[in-house]
């Protein structure tokens, strides 16, 4: 494989990404997609700064620069530096931008950090995963995953048609065919590789749904069916969605070839499930998203606290109670974090952060977060909806009148409308209600996880054996 094409260049290689009933012929230039793929280009650009470079790449044994998304981890140090890297992107797109490759890397780098442990039992898919990880690694590719079937009905456990899931239609010495759909795959219209599998466990009657492969996002065949955009153009008054709109998409595969190089699992519901469930791909993929979920909890907290100045009501016991909540989730899921890297143990001589700290932060981001945008409303209130509909009204005909009226305690107008567009793009808008959907149902139905938290809890007994004890005394 060549040295690839830069990222832009790279993006009009012949993929089929549909908007509007329409394929997007130059992606890289079309306003909706503009903005976004200008954010990864300038995140891909850091990589190269000297200001940034070391917080976000490091030296492979063979002496090539990488990201730190693909370090394996053998000590609590690099455990804090894939940590820095991951929250260098993050911070740099207020949090917003969940699949900017680091989760999909992670689980490959997981796959390959505890290749030992499928051996014996599966060489091929080790030999593979080696090689899908050097190249991924070296190249710099971006990623993203998908592993869920389409919504059709969901009361069926076993549809009496099941050719909407996706399945190998045709076998060959070269690789398989296959046919159906994904769902949701994340950035997957500008990424370079698509990593799917399956997320549920599947029975031998349903082997041929249980897969595991990489394909190219100009795959021929594979249709890339994207939702409504909510970018805007105006930076000034979408300061999020004209930047950092992530768009999700439903794959369809339309008899679409893949080389056995590149299919992980063939069929195998036992080996498709262990690397759902593998231990190191779990942890260091989960480990990235509670980074992330810090950033997103941190630029709400500096927004609520400015939105409470400039309207001066920082004075008020419920707006500090308020305030404090938001406060509190932050420093909850950092405490989490850091404490995932401080309790890590090694696993097949991966270091992994601990696993019942990272479960917590996760379950509790997905009720934190919609309830610190609801605290960001309430402090903002009216507020939120005072501003002009474009910021260049302040210098219009009547601009004189709206910077009388539209400054707060310690802000001009411009300074305050700018604070407000910010936070409507946020809490408000149709990106904002986006992120609020996403942030619920993103590692999965709440409800399932917080059951497997349960299931998993590594303390359990004992939890069990300390009741016993507490029983015994009150018997005696």
């Known amino acids: 494989m060549s040295q ?8 009009n290689d012949g993929r089929n990404v549909w908007l509007h009933g329409e394929i997007i012929t130059d992606i890289a230039t079309h306003p909706d997609f503009r903005g976004t793929i200008n954010t990864i280009d300038s995140l891909l650009q850091l990589q190269t700064k000297q200001a940034t470079k070391a917080s976000l790449m490091y030296q492979t044994d063979e002496g090539k620069s990488a990201h730190l998304s693909y370090l394996i981890p053998r000590s609590k140090e690099d455990l804090a530096k894939k940590r820095q890297a991951y929250q260098l992107w993050a911070d740099e797109t207020f949090g917003v931008m969940s699949r900017l490759s680091e989760y999909s890397r992670s689980l490959i780098t997981g796959w390959y950090a505890n290749r030992s442990a499928y051996a014996s039992t599966h060489p091929e898919f080790v030999k593979k995963i080696e090689h899908y990880y050097r190249q991924s690694r070296d190249f710099d590719l971006l990623s993203t995953a998908a592993g869920h079937d389409p919504q059709i009905d ?3 456990q076993h549809r009496s048609d099941n050719s909407t899931i996706l399945h190998v239609a045709k076998k060959t010495e070269q690789g398989v065919f296959v046919k159906g759909a994904k769902m ?4 997957a219209p500008y990424v370079d590789e698509l990593l799917i599998f399956s997320y549920h466990r599947r029975s031998e009657k349903e082997k041929a749904f249980a897969n595991v492969f990489v394909v190219p996002t100009n795959a021929k065949g594979l249709q890339i069916v994207c939702r409504e955009s909510f970018a805007k153009q105006d930076i000034t008054d979408h300061p999020i969605s004209s930047q950092f709109d992530e768009m999700d998409a439903v794959l369809v595969f339309d ?3 893949i080389p056995w190089e590149r299919v992980l699992v063939y069929e195998d519901p036992d080996l498709a499930w262990k690397l759902r469930t593998d231990r190191a791909s779990a942890l260091l993929s989960q480990h990235q998203t509670v980074v992330r979920l810090v950033s997103k909890l941190e630029s709400l907290v500096a927004i609520g606290d400015e939105l409470a100045e400039t309207a001066g009501v920082t004075a008020f016991l419920h707006v500090k109670e308020k305030l404090a909540e938001l406060i509190i989730q932050l420093e909850s899921i950092k ?5 995932s890297e401080q309790k890590a143990a090694f696993h097949n001589g991966v270091l992994l952060p601990d696993q019942d700290s990272l479960a917590t932060a996760r379950n509790l981001g997905t009720r934190f977060y919609p309830r610190a945008l609801e605290i960001i409303q309430q402090v903002g209130a009216g507020g939120l909806l005072q501003s002009p509909s474009q910021t260049a009204e302040l210098n219009g005909p009547i601009g004189s009148l709206l910077k009388k009226y539209y400054k707060g305690t310690h802000t001009s107008a411009k300074e305050r409308t700018a604070l407000m ?6 809490v408000g808008s149709s990106l904002a209600s986006r992120h609020e959907l996403y942030e619920r149902f993103y590692s999965g139905d709440p409800v399932r996880t917080y059951a497997v938290q349960y299931n998993t809890y590594q303390r359990k007994q004992q939890l069990i054996d300390f009741a016993n004890l507490a029983l015994n005394k009150g018997e005696k």
């Open 154 to 156: 969901r009361s069926k």
């Open 4 to 11: 690839p094409l830069q990222y832009q260049q790279r993006l």
């Open 421 to 426: 567009k910010l936070t409507w793009d946020l």
């Open 335 to 339: 405490a989490l974090l850091y404490a």
């Open 255 to 257: 008899n679409v070839f």
């Open 184 to 187: 949701i795959a994340t950035a």
